[in-house]
């Protein structure tokens, strides 16, 4: 009972670390990929949000969680923080590319999302997501 409990107590003390480092660079490139869409995208997230527009808001939080899901699907099948990086930078340019063109198939984005228009939002995270989750498939490979 003692060696199973010690070999627990083994796994758990190399494995953490690992575990650790890949959670931060996740979560790293999950900032910086929300910090860049933000930035490139025609409307201020935040003051949307802070002013209680639930088009805003639901761009914001679809946009976060289309740009996670390839990247735990980066974590997922990746054993070195380096994969992680690069194939992490790479989901998070198709995210970015995806947005691009979803801006140019919905007409007046910037007009439709700051007044609140939550089907024109819905519409865009509708984009958002299954180019995540196509992504994420794709590197799941």
């Known amino acids: 009972m003692e060696s199973t409990f010690g070999s627990i107590l083994t796994a758990l003390g190399t494995g953490l670390p690992v575990l650790l480092v890949q959670l ?29 527009n639930a088009a805003g808001g639901l761009t914001l939080a679809g ?34 590319v995806a947005f691009a063109v979803a801006t140019l198939l919905i007409r007046d984005l910037r007009g439709q999302i700051e007044s609140g228009n939550v089907a024109s939002a819905a519409a865009l995270v509708g984009v958002q997501l299954g180019v995540a989750l196509i992504n994420a498939a794709a590197m799941a490979g």
């Not at 979560?27 to 490139?40: D, F, M, N, S």
Request: aromatic content about 6%.
């Open 63 to 96: 946009s976060i969680v289309a740009l996670a899901i390839p990247l735990a699907a980066t974590l997922a099948t990746s054993a070195f923080v380096l994969d992680i990086l690069l194939w992490g930078v790479v989901a998070l340019i198709l995210q970015l």
């Open 24 to 52: 931060a660079t996740a979560l790293a490139l999950l900032v910086a990929g929300v910090a860049v869409y933000t930035r490139i995208t025609p409307f201020d997230e935040r003051r949307l949000v802070a002013e209680g």
